[in-house]
């Protein structure tokens, strides 16, 4: 079904103040910005922007949504892929991860650690909430296969093996982005890989895969 003229132009405006959010957070912090600033770049009346979003952490989720579907799709890509040992896609997803982020250094400088946040306590319904369930689920899969061609020890349920993934490439990422930059942030996700992959990995699937895979990134929505 066609959207209507106004369904299609409330889109639109809500894209704008989308990519006007990003930009203004990625130029200064998200304590820094305010709605009318907002609203402002926009090129919108600043009630438009409170009739799409009540604040800017409303703001926040939806990007937050975007970051998640993204990541998302990048698991795909590693499920879509049979071929390669389950390390050296563990290891892709550190680099990606990495390059990710340094690329955009200063949008997810600010609102990395409000995105962090936000992910404690996301309710299930909402949209941000069903990307991260989704990516959650695509990385235990992915981890649950590992382990069912005996790369990864399964002495461990794979979903503990997901989280123990998340709480190190997030602090990698968080401490990099706020508390240390010296150094290649890829460098530090392919040191933080080879951690992971030391307390899991067997020996044999180790043999096999000690380079990093590229993936394609997924396709994205463009702002």
Same mark, same amino acid.
């Given at each position: ?48 922007? &409170?009739? /799409? ?17 993204? +990541?998302? !799709? ?15 896609? #563990?290891?892709?997803?550190?680099? /990606? ?5 340094? /690329?955009?250094?200063? &949008?997810?400088?600010? #609102? ?29 899969? $992915?981890?649950?296969? !590992?382990?069912?061609?005996?790369? $990864? ?11 123990? &993934? ?9 401490? +990099?982005? &706020?508390?240390? =930059? ?15 992959? !030391?307390?899991?990995?067997?020996? /044999?699937?180790? =043999? ?16």
């Amino acid at each position: 079904m066609l959207k209507s003229r106004r369904q299609q132009s409330r889109a639109e405006q809500r894209q704008r103040i989308l990519e006007a959010a990003r930009s203004l957070f990625g130029e200064r912090s998200f304590d820094d910005v305010t709605m009318a600033d907002i609203a402002e770049l926009a090129g919108v009346a600043r009630a438009t922007v &409170f009739n /799409h979003f009540p604040g800017k952490h409303a703001l926040v989720e939806a990007i937050t949504e975007d970051v998640l579907a993204y +990541w998302a !799709g990048m698991l795909e890509h590693a499920l879509a892929d049979q071929a390669t040992a389950t390390p050296a896609l #563990v290891r892709a997803l550190f680099a /990606h991860m990495g390059e990710g982020i340094a /690329h955009y250094y200063r &949008f997810y400088r600010g #609102v990395f650690r409000e995105i962090a946040k936000l992910q404690v306590g996301l309710e299930e319904g909402s949209g941000a909430g069903r990307a991260r369930a989704v990516a959650l689920e695509r990385l235990t899969r $992915l981890l649950a296969r !590992g382990q069912a061609r005996g790369e $990864l020890r399964a002495d461990v349920e794979a979903i503990d093996i997901a989280r123990a &993934f998340e709480s190190l490439s997030n602090g990698t990422l968080n401490q +990099w982005l &706020f508390d240390d =930059a010296s150094g290649a942030l890829e460098q530090r996700m392919e040191r933080a890989a080879e951690i992971f992959l !030391g307390a899991v990995a067997l020996g /044999h699937a180790e =043999a096999r895969s000690a380079t990093v895979v590229r993936l394609p990134a997924p396709p994205r929505r463009r702002r």
